[in-house]
């Protein structure tokens, strides 16, 4: 029998997630049913919809129940396989399964990764997995970027906004990250290609906007929502896009969280704001991954992977995301990738 982790939801957080709402568990494996594959896990994708998934809240997937395995992303490799498409030692990614040490999930639901020359597995939880596809189709689908246009990133030096704004660059666009320390905004100019940064932490956000972008904005890449929020509305172009990623700023709030105050602004602009989850472009992975596979190859995109050590410290990893301390992609290193 394989001895198994998993951390499981006991309670639904309030305000900030504590130790005590989940409770790492070990338990043994049943064994493994027909078309399936076990797959001991190699990374844990960490993202701020692991907060939404823990409360109760309206959302696009029904919440984690209280004494169920906490859900999340992963990547991994095949110990066991009663599927014949999938073969034993195949890296994988399981999509949606759980905070455990193994899986056991359909064979036929996990993508087997190719191996790709110099790219390293991270790139597979970051500008190759969804994260990547978050920003790829958020910005070209929805923003339409064109040559010459303005585009403001939040949470810029993140796993998401990083992508974005490095995609606007290959676009022609003019691009500002807003990031909330003076090492993740110079690694945004001197790495990524942004043209200018915001430290929303010691700038006035407003008169940065308006210096960096003395022409207005015509795509805000929305991640962050709140104040952050307010100012970049205020200053968007006619006709402008506003793709609404995430709104991370407000995933911890106790009490209701007022909308933009500017938000009559969208109606004069004629702006075209759209909320979306990266599974509605599911279908479309495939052209997603390979645009920004091609330009990972070139050398046109870089990424950082923040790696924190141990199944056991994900819970408390998690508020990495929320406090900006992390810089790029988010992730749990549960086992060697071998």
């Given at each position: 029998m394989t001895k198994n982790r998993s951390w499981i939801l006991r309670s639904r957080p309030i305000g900030d997630v504590k130790e005590s709402d989940l409770e790492l568990v070990e338990s043994?494996?049943?064994?493994?049913?027909?078309g399936q594959v076990r797959v001991r896990t190699i990374y844990l994708s960490l993202d701020?919809?692991?907060?939404?998934w823990m409360s109760d809240m309206d959302s696009y997937l029904p919440p984690v129940g209280i004494g169920d395995p906490m859900r999340g992303g992963g990547l991994g490799v095949v110990t066991e396989s009663k599927n014949d498409k999938v073969e034993v030692g195949s890296k994988v990614l399981t999509g949606l399964s759980t905070w455990s040490d193994y899986n056991d999930v359909d064979g036929n639901a996990v993508t087997v990764l190719p191996e790709l020359p110099g790219v390293p597995l991270t790139a597979w939880m970051g500008p190759i997995g969804a994260t990547g596809m978050t920003a790829y189709f958020g910005l070209m689908d929805i923003g339409q970027p064109k040559a010459g246009e303005t585009v403001v990133v939040s949470a810029a030096a993140g796993a998401v906004g990083s992508m974005v704004g490095q995609i606007a660059k290959i676009q022609g666009c003019r691009v500002v990250g807003i990031a909330g320390s003076d090492d993740k905004c110079?690694?945004?100019?001197?790495?990524a290609g942004f043209d200018a940064t915001i430290n929303y932490k010691r700038e006035d956000v407003g008169a940065a906007l308006d210096k960096h972008c003395p022409d207005g904005i015509d795509i805000n890449f929305e991640n962050v929502g709140g104040d952050i929020m307010d100012q970049v509305i205020g200053r968007l172009n006619d006709f402008s896009r506003m793709p609404l990623c995430g709104l991370i700023s407000s995933y911890n709030a106790t009490e209701p969280v007022p909308g933009p105050y500017n938000f009559a602004n969208l109606l004069m602009r004629r702006t075209l704001v759209?909320?979306?989850?990266?599974i509605d472009y599911y279908s479309r992975f495939a052209e997603g991954i390979e645009a920004m596979s091609k330009w990972l190859m070139e050398g046109k995109i870089v990424f950082e992977t923040d790696v924190v050590q141990g199944l056991e410290n994900a819970p408390a990893?998690?508020?990495r995301l929320f406090s900006g301390k992390n810089l790029g992609k988010l992730v749990v290193q549960a086992s060697d990738e071998s």
């Open positions: 043994e494996m049943p064994d493994l049913a027909d701020p919809t692991n907060r939404i110079a690694w945004l100019r001197e790495k759209k909320g979306f989850i990266v990893s998690l508020e």
